[in-house]
Every structure is written in structure tokens, then in C-alpha cells.
């Protein structure tokens, strides 16, 4: 399926039913006349979460499925969890998953589904939802209901789905689901399997474009913060092994050698103690997170404090072309503060830089971004594994080739540039997919409502 030949599909415009019934539900509205709509606690064997406590993990033993582990379309073995079988025999005592059942993520990331496809024996904790159906529904029909809009509509009820932390077992039992008959479900089932299968196909080959960009861009930059603009310039050895040779005018430092002096220089937020939520105000002084960073987005966010607590915290304030770096989760993202920034100070979860004159903050802050010989450093420092958090030791320990502060301000002109010339085919790309995901959303939900009528469709 190309993207032309997914444009020109609209649903709207596809066979519908010959007729319809009210379904009593007013956010439902019509549907199918064969159709009915009935509750899954009715529809269904058992509706249980996993365990409630943190079992034992070990290197060989049955797996242990969590959320995270269900997100992708196969179950990778290596990355799951491993219990003891004997906690395992304790534990299917109460719940039993078997190939035919439907697994619901219920903490975390909610309202994820995978039908249980396979014959090993597993076990689940308690931020997944084991579903056993009747057999008047077909679990992979189930399966596309749990990916559209009609239930979506239901976990977002009382609140936006993206604050619900926690999905109910009470909740999940009362969901409305509108159900076909049997042989119609399996004629939903295919036709959607069919459709996703190419729509899935053709988001991959453009996220692959999408990476094969990424790594020219990231080419570019790394090539240009370690061997400059000029290639006639005489070269010499940075006694970086993984460097290799430098620009002959070029130094290698220490970040904390191009920092200010002292606490000036770098500084990590204040404890998580010192802002709490419930000191929190709807105007004044404002606290600066991980998302204004991570977004590149100063005027986001609405976590004020007052003049008393600002005159408290005032040394943890960040003013224009401080560098802040994130400390925790997405760590070793960095942000150059902009003019037009709101008065504040950074929370806990940020550090912050501030340079000497000869020094270019967005020149540092695209290394500590983009440079390979940065982010080597890092994975060296912490013993290549993937870091809870980074420290003012590692930060400040950081190698630097640094050159002039003239040519700093050529390679940040010409990189931005080039970065141009990346920019609008991304963009374009990252639109498309994000309209894929749409369109492979509305089919699904046109589909499981009885807006089109798919029988009798080739991939049926």
C-alpha cells in the first residue's frame, strides 16, 4: 500500500450497513440493527490483574510479563523478566493465562492489548489485565475494540486519559463493548488485520527513512565538532584514542575548565523537598522541568512560586544562555535558556551551566546533544550501562575539543544551516506517519462500530 493509495481511502465513503439501530447509549449513537451492545464483565470468564507483590527474579526461570513487555507486536524473551517456577506454580493459582486470552495494561501506559498467542507458560504482575472471553467473542475482534476510539472514550471518562495512572478492574468489567455476531467479529477481525498489516508496513518504511536521516545528520555534526570546517588546516594528535587527530589550533579540556568559577560555574537544583506540590502557586516566580528542556520550550509549564520561597531558592535561578542539562530519565538532554525568559529558578531534576566569555553556549550544549565523543564519555563513566541520573562529577570530568571561539560561532552557523536541509523532509515525514496512525485509528473504529460494512471485502 503506498501513501497515495492511503490517501485516497476514506471511510466515509466505504459501504455502510443497510440498517441501523439507536444502540441506547447516547456517546455511542447507531449502530448496526444485528448489533448489540453489552458489558465485558458479561461477555466474559474472568477478569483478573497479575500478582500484587514483586516476586523473586532470577537468570533462568518462567517468565514474568509486565507492561512494558507487551508493547511491541512479539514478546522479546531477552528483555522479559525471569521468576522461579515454583513462584510461578503459586501464582497461577489465581491467575492462569492461556493462548486465546486477552492481556490489558491496566498501570503505566493503559489500555494497551495483546492477545496471548503463544504456548509457553508465563506469569503477570499486577500492572496487567487478564481477560477470558466467552466463546461468543473473538478475542482478536476484542483485541481492535481495545484500540479504538469507542473504548478509548470510555478509560478518558471522568478525566483526560493521559492523567489516569491506574485502570480498574471495577472500571474494565463496566466497559460497553457493541458486539456482532460471531462470524461477523472474524470478518472484522481479518479485514482489520489485513489493512493494519499494510498501514503498519508503511509507517516502518518511513521510520526507517526517518533513522537513515538522523544518522546522516548525526554524521555531519560529529564530523564537524572534531575536524572543523577548514580541510586544509594542519592536524594534530587529541591523545583521545577514539578521536584520533584535531585541528592543530584546537584544545582538549576539561568542561568544568570552561565553566565559570565555583557554584557559578554549575549548579543542580534544589532538593525535591524544598517544592513540593502543595506550595505551588498559580502566578509568580516560575519553576523550569525536564519537559521545558526536553521540548526546547521555556513557556510551558505552570508551576509558580511565591516572592518569599523565590528569595529562598533565588541561587538555583537560571537567566539567557544559561545551559540547563536534564538529570533524571531523559538524561543528558541540554537547552541554552532563552531572552525571553519568565523569571524562575530550575527544579531538582535539572542542572545548571554557565560558561566563560571565550565560550559558546550553544556550541557546548550541541555537544553535550549530539557529539558521539560526549555521549562515549558518558556511557565510559558510567560503566556503559543506561544511567538513572548524571552527576555534577561526570559533567564537569567531560573531554572537550574546543576551538576558538570564532570558528565555535562558524560551526554553530554552518551546522544550523545544514540542519536545515534535514528539518523539512523530517518534518514532512514525521506528518505523514502521524496521519497514518490516524487513519489506521478511524478504520479501526469505523470497523468495530459498524460505520462500514467490511463483509465481503477481498482481505475478509
Known sequence: MSESQVKCIDTSGMKTYPEYKDSGVEW????????????????????????????????????????????????????????????????????????????LSKNGTIGVPCVVTWDWKFSIFVSLCLIKFEQEMNVNYSKYLFLSDQIDEQISMGGKKNTITNLHLDKIKEFLFIVPLLPEQQAISNFLDHETSRIDALVGKKQHIIELLEEKRSALISHTVTKGLNTNVPMKDSGIEWVGEIPDGWEVVRLKHLLLDGKEGLKIGPFGSSLKLDIMKEDGYKVYGQENVINENFSRGKRFIDDSKFNELQVYEIHEDDIVITMMGTTGKSCVVPSNLEKGIMDSHLMRIRTKEDVNPDYISLLINKSDYINHQVKINSNGAIMDGLNSSIVKSLLVLCPPMEEQNEIMNYLISNNRRFDHPLEKIKQSIEYLKEYRTALISDAVTGKIDVRGTACE
Not at 533462568?60 to 531477552?78: A, M, S, W, Y
Open 28 to 103: 455511542i449513537g447507531k449502530i448496526p440493527k444485528e448489533w448489540e451492545v453489552k458489558k465485558l464483565k458479561h461477555l466474559t470468564k474472568k477478569v483478573i490483574d497479575g500478582t500484587h507483590f514483586t516476586p523473586t527474579y532470577v537468570d533462568e526461570g518462567i517468565p514474568f510479563l509486565r507492561v512494558t513487555d507487551i508493547h511491541n507486536k512479539e514478546i522479546d524473551l531477552e528483555s522479559v523478566k525471569m521468576i522461579p517456577k515454583k513462584e510461578h506454580v503459586e501464582l497461577i493459582k489465581r491467575c492462569r493465562p492461556e493462548r486465546g486470552d486477552l492481556l
